[in-house]
């Protein structure tokens, strides 16, 4: 995948659900060395890996509304092991409470909505957010970031949401220290202009992804990648129903 995404490229496995079911805590102690960051989804997945002290922060996809020296993520916090995300305003507002009153600054990644509907701000919003953002002491927005509805099947609608997301950014000016990241598994295999500062990718980890794309539309080191897992299974029983 670093051959594939170029040395400049950061990554950021996604090991959400238990690493999908194979061992978030096995499969993050591979990846880690290589990793800026590592994803999942809730805050009860970041207290699993935080608590195996990979030396990685944790990027939590869900809205974290609010955070207290109570919060096993607290410590996490503290060391600046832990990035949340945004995804509204109002979420904003609570999260920006929590870090003043804790007397930390809460790095964070806005989430904008290109078409997913999956999470995320809305395009007509995001510019008023990502400006709040930078206007809160208690906030240091670490990234700005999307997901493509299919960057699988649609590579058309895949390049109309990447650049509804650059008509975005271009009006707003950035710390330099923030990272943009808009690739998943099969849109950092399309084409190079997808990689930006950031991939974050699931399949790919375990070798997949290049399968699904035409030979035409993916970059030609996706053979490089050969998946690591399968699945078997078998039917143990049958029988029919009436409608």
Request: proline share 5%; with cysteine.
């Amino acid at each position: 995948i670093r051959r594939l995404v170029g040395g400049s490229c950061r990554l950021c496995p996604i090991v959400k659900a238990d690493a999908y079911g194979l061992g978030a805590a096995r499969i993050a102690r591979r990846l880690a060395p290589a990793s800026h960051l590592l994803a999942v989804y809730s805050p009860q997945q970041a207290v699993a890996l935080a608590e195996e002290n990979l030396g990685v922060p944790i990027l939590v996809l869900m809205p974290i509304r609010a955070l207290s020296r109570g919060d096993e993520l607290y410590r996490p916090l503290l060391a600046g092991a832990l990035h949340a995300t945004i995804h509204d305003e109002s979420q904003l507002r609570s999260l920006a409470r929590s870090g003043e009153r804790l007397g930390v600054r809460v790095p964070v990644h806005v989430e904008v909505d290109v078409g997913l509907r999956r999470g995320g701000v809305d395009l007509e919003s995001a510019g008023e957010l990502l400006h709040s953002v930078l206007r809160r002491r208690s906030l240091r927005l670490a990234g700005v970031m999307t997901h493509f509805s299919d960057s699988k099947r649609d590579p058309a609608g895949t390049a109309a949401q990447l650049a509804a997301f650059d008509r975005l950014l271009a009006g707003i000016e950035l710390p330099e220290t923030c990272l943009v990241h808009v690739s998943s598994t099969h849109s950092l295999r399309r084409g190079r202009r997808f990689h930006r500062g950031m991939v974050r990718f699931g399949l790919a980890w375990a070798g997949y992804g290049a399968e699904d794309l035409p030979e035409g539309e993916r970059l030609e080191e996706s053979s490089l990648l050969r998946g690591a897992v399968t699945w078997s299974s078998e039917v143990v029983h049958a029988q029919r129903i009436p409608e």
